[in-house]
């Protein structure tokens, strides 16, 4: 009796015991979530979705059409004066032309197509004048498009014709007008999906109507999959599957509401948008693999659960939209992954804010919650139960000891607990803060726990110590600052400190500072991160540097480190803190990883799919299978490395806007042809983007315009814009490369010639008119100067011969002249002496003038011929005769002024010399001078006297003379007849 009250009490107590170990949780459907990236679009709503050629992404709303470049919707409008003729309105459905342009199909519009050559939209209409909404589109590369539309059925139209034709579709004899679906199949035949089942075109133009299994029903969707068989879905809710045998059959999985979209992912699988989530199927087996459904505690889920639309881009990322939805991307990654909270409220990991990791021989993960309860995971981290405490106070940092018993840091005391029932055996206080690292090494006593603190390493010798001792440098004084990186060589050998002062090593009693060579020590001296790799290279992460490769020791025993990130272009920040080697010798990281045979650096962000938020550091650890944990705000990221190679994708850079003098321009010819621009423009501004859009904010670019710049300029996402402004005419090329996410140059880039035409004025031959022009003033200013210059010179040299003569006559006045009493002296009569007498000897000798009046053959020919008509010979005709009487009169002035003339000069000559006469000395004390003076006094009594009569008689003649000619001046004859018989005086 009383072992079987023993026998009951033991099992009691392992029920009771298990109950504390593992209180187990209702598992999480899947415990990596799906992550999706979201994209703002008008309203959240997404009515159609499609891809063009170049790779763009075009998205109908319900408030027009817009295309997404990576960074920025851009609206696709038709032309119009005002913003609402320019609004395509509700974009149903949408599919790519076979020439790269876009067919566009409106709810009340019609058929309008988008030519990117021109980046113009163009509208068709729908050959009907009432409005027709169109639901389906699709181009059989024939130079056909077929639309499928509400009311008026399947209609074909011809882009050489234009011409929109009815294609009968026919169910049981009755034409069908509601076409929901179509699709071209890779055989050239066209599926259709109406209200009341599936019909098939064949090559030859007639149709087949394929009976469903159960009757009449809806079809809404249409997918032709990578082995050519076709997937349909209907109206109710159903998923079906053409079959080999050529039957449609459908799939056991049947959905609340209707399929709305079908899709196949990169990996096979089959993805259906219901109007309650997305459902995963098997696109071997169509069995249900797992449903998506809209979760408000996951962020990075599905924003909402009436998925319209699917696409698969060029990349394999798969596309999603819908009504209240949005546009959302799907971020998977082969090699990453994200496990999110339970959707469970009461689960211990209902929090996505995880801050400690340990996993345990037991092959059990422990998760520290920020919220304090800490998770137990399986191998596929499924949520198992939590660690019974006796109180969920947040902890710090765990470890796990040599003996199994788990150490952990939780309101600053060192705690050491039973591993499966969470019983507290032992504690010690700790100062110094909150806990980054806690180690447990063993030794001979059971154990050596190490603590790095946010300020300063703490030492417990063993389990069985009193108290946990500080850690002290060399020189005695403790370690200040944070320490968050602690590493133990294999075998019992030294011992690694990371910490905010630098990096320092444990010799058995104190810890000394690592000192660097002067060259090639650490960039930046706060310790982050360390990594011991399985061949012995010791890595070191700083906070500003980055990640450090020691490379060995100088002659006087200082460490040389190799600054890798700074050499590989990503300073500036850590490498990631939490440092693993993985399977091929490559260092990781929850944000890089570095690949030392490559000598290649990547970064881990959004483009891969880890969403974890903000990176917990100190909070990692590695399982027995490779794979890699890190704690993150929003989650638990789960690395498969092995798995994970660098995107090869090389995305290529288009055209995403084009301005003008700073506003929009439509070229007038397609740009494959090259940018014209007109004269007159002044800035011309390109806008390009590269189309990877798993991280476009990690792209960088360099650009050239070929004939203005001579070398690159680099960019990144922030500034894609090839402005420029004062360009002269002449051809250009613009030149852009951009990076995949992973800093991969792509070999696909954008090649855009560009001519700008001259105005006028800038044209050739404007230029060498403008050339000879300026030739000309040049050449006439010139001689203008030349003539200026030479005016100058004669004005210089005639006021320089001026003023030698003004000179030259004061010298000789002043030569000719007594100073004191200003008369002339015996220089000036030796120099006028001789011409003075010659003179008065001449005016003597000579006898007096007569002056008389011409004879009559003394006058020319004319006058005489006068002379003899006045006395009865005819003569010539009245001009003649008025010719010779002006010519007698002018004669007759002649002879009347030149006695008169000659007489004045000779009067005015003899007054002058009496004057200079008179001026002379009476008697003169030479002999010279006085045979001068006889002269002159002769002179004064005698001839000289009686020669000034002569003057005034002929200054009386001259007088009457003129009086007479003024007297005869009206009249002619007595002019004539004067003038032939003048005598003399």
């Known amino acids: 009796m009383i072992h079987r009250t023993l026998a009951l009490a033991a099992c009691l107590l392992a029920v009771l015991a298990a109950g504390a170990v593992a209180q187990p949780v209702q598992p999480a459907a899947s415990a990596l979530e799906p992550q999706f990236a979201t994209v703002a679009v008008p309203r959240d709503v997404v009515g159609s979705l499609a891809q063009d050629r170049q790779g763009l992404i075009w998205i109908g709303t319900s408030d027009g059409l817009a295309r997404f470049d990576g960074y920025r919707l851009r609206p696709i409008e038709r032309e119009g004066a005002t913003p609402v003729q320019r609004n395509l309105g509700w974009v149903r459905s949408l599919a790519p032309a076979a020439d790269g342009g876009m067919w566009i199909g409106t709810e009340v519009n019609g058929l309008a197509r988008y030519d990117p050559a021109f980046d113009r939209v163009r509208m068709l209409g729908s050959g009907s004048e009432r409005p027709t909404p169109i639901r389906a589109l699709a181009d059989d590369g024939a130079g056909r498009v077929w639309v499928g539309t509400l009311g008026q059925g399947l209609l074909r139209y011809e882009p050489k014709t234009g011409r929109f034709d009815a294609e009968p579709l026919l169910v049981d004899g009755q034409p069908e007008r509601r076409v929901l679906a179509l699709a071209v199949g890779k055989d050239g035949c066209l599926w259709a999906g109406h209200w009341r089942g599936l019909a098939r075109r064949d090559a030859t133009g007639g149709w087949t109507a394929l009976a469903l299994p159960d009757g009449v029903t809806g079809i809404s969707t249409l997918l032709e999959d990578r082995a050519g068989r076709l997937w349909f879905g209907s109206v109710d809710g159903r998923v079906g599957r053409l079959e080999d045998d050529g039957q449609p059959r459908w799939l056991a999985a049947r959905f609340k509401g209707g399929v709305q979209a079908l899709a196949q992912g990169q990996d096979g699988t089959v993805w259906a948008g219901l109007t309650d989530g997305i459902a995963w199927l098997d696109g071997a087996s169509g069995t249900l693999l797992r449903q998506l459904r809209h979760n408000p505690h996951l962020p990075g889920g599905l924003a909402g659960n009436d998925i319209n639309v699917l696409l698969r881009d060029q990349t394999g990322a798969m596309w999603a939209g ?34 400690g990791l340990l996993p345990r ?58 591993p499966r029932s969470a019983r507290l055996l032992a504690s010690w206080p700790l100062e110094g803060g909150r806990a980054h690292r806690v180690l447990a090494l063993p030794n001979r006593e059971g154990g050596e726990i190490w603590v790095g603190m946010q300020d300063g ?20 004084e403790p370690l200040r600052g944070g320490v968050h990186a602690l590493l133990a060589e294999p075998g019992g050998g030294r011992l690694w400190v990371g910490a905010l002062a630098g990096l320092f ?62 050499r590989l272009g990503a300073p500036g920040r850590p490498f990631g803190v939490n440092l693993h080697e993985d399977g091929k010798g490559r260092v990781w990281s929850q944000q890089s990883v570095y690949d030392p045979v490559a000598d290649r650096l990547d970064e881990l962000s959004g483009a891969e799919g880890p969403p974890m938020g903000t990176p917990r550091f100190f909070a990692d650890a590695t399982l027995p299978d490779g794979r890699l944990l890190f704690c993150g705000s929003r989650g638990l990221l789960v690395v498969e490395p092995l798995a994970f190679t660098p995107s090869r994708y090389a995305p290529p850079v288009v055209i995403s806007s084009l301005r003008r003098n700073g506003q929009p321009y439509q070229p007038d010819q397609a740009l494959t042809q090259g940018l014209k621009l007109p004269a007159g423009t002044r800035s011309v501004a390109v806008e390009f983007a590269a189309l990877d859009y798993t991280d476009p904010a990690k792209l ?71 050339v000879l022009a300026l030739l000309a003033l040049a050449w006439a200013l010139l001689r203008w100067g030349v003539a200026r210059r030479t005016a100058q010179l004669e004005r210089r040299e005639m006021a320089l011969q001026a003023l030698v003569e003004q000179r030259t006559t004061e010298l000789r006045e002043a030569s000719t002249t007594d100073p004191l009493t200003g008369l002339r002296n015996r220089r000036y009569l030796d120099s006028r002496v001789t011409s003075d ?47 010779r009487r002006h010519r007698a009169g002018d004669a007759l002035r002649r002879c009347r002024a030149r006695p008169v003339l000659h007489a004045g000069r000779r009067t005015h000559a003899a007054g002058h010399r009496v004057h200079w006469l008179r001026r002379l000395p009476a008697r003169p004390r030479s002999a010279a001078g006085m045979g001068l003076g006889r002269h002159a006094e002769a002179g004064r009594r005698g001839p000289l006297r009686r020669q000034g009569a002569g003057p005034r008689r002929l200054r009386g003649r001259a007088a009457r003379g003129r009086a007479a000619a003024r007297r005869a001046g009206p009249g002619h004859r007595r002019l004539a007849g004067r003038a032939a018989v003048a005598g003399a005086p």
Request: positive net charge.
């Open 322 to 355: 819908g009504y209240g939805v949005g546009l959302q991307r799907h971020l998977q990654h082969p090699a990453l992954a994200v496990r999110g909270p339970d959707a469970d409220p009461a689960s211990p990991l209902a929090s996505s804010d995880l801050r």
């Open 361 to 418: 021989r037991d092959g059990l993960l422990m998760v520290a919650t920020h919220s304090g309860p800490v998770a137990l995971l399986d191998a596929q981290l499924r949520t198992v139960g939590r660690w019974p405490r006796e109180a969920d106070t947040p902890v710090d940092n765990l470890a796990e000891g040599p003996d199994g018993s788990v150490w952990l840091v939780a309101n600053g005391r060192l705690e050491r607990r039973e």
């Open 457 to 476: 390493l703490y030492r417990l010798a063993s389990p069985q110590a009193t108290q946990v001792e500080r850690v002290r440098r060399a020189d005695g």
């Open 505 to 566: 090593r444990w010799d058995g009693q104190r810890v000394t500072e690592v000192q660097g060579a002067p060259s090639e020590a650490l960039g930046f001296p706060a310790v982050l991160g360390l990594l011991l790799t399985r061949d012995g290279v010791l890595y070191v992460d700083t906070a500003v540097s980055g990640l450090h490769r020691l490379k060995g020791y100088d002659a006087e025993g200082r460490a040389r480190f190799e600054r890798i990130s700074e």
């Open 700 to 770: 960088r670019y360099m650009l050239r315009l070929e004939g203005w710049e001579p070398d690159w300029t680099f960019t990144d996402a922030s500034a894609r814009f090839a402005n420029y402004g004062g360009l002269p005419p002449g051809r250009y090329r613009l030149e852009v490369y951009a990076t995949n996410h992973h800093g991969m140059w792509s070999d696909r880039p954008l090649l855009l010639d560009i001519e700008l035409l001259p105005a006028w004025w800038q044209t050739r031959w404007a230029q060498v008119a403008a």
């Open 837 to 883: 007498l010659q003179l008065c000897l001449r005016h003597y000798t000579e006898p007096r003038d007569r002056v008389r009046a011409p004879a009559a053959r003394d006058l020319p020919r004319e006058r005489r011929a006068g002379a003899l008509g006045r006395r009865g010979v005819p003569g010539p005709g009245p001009r003649r005769r008025a010719q």
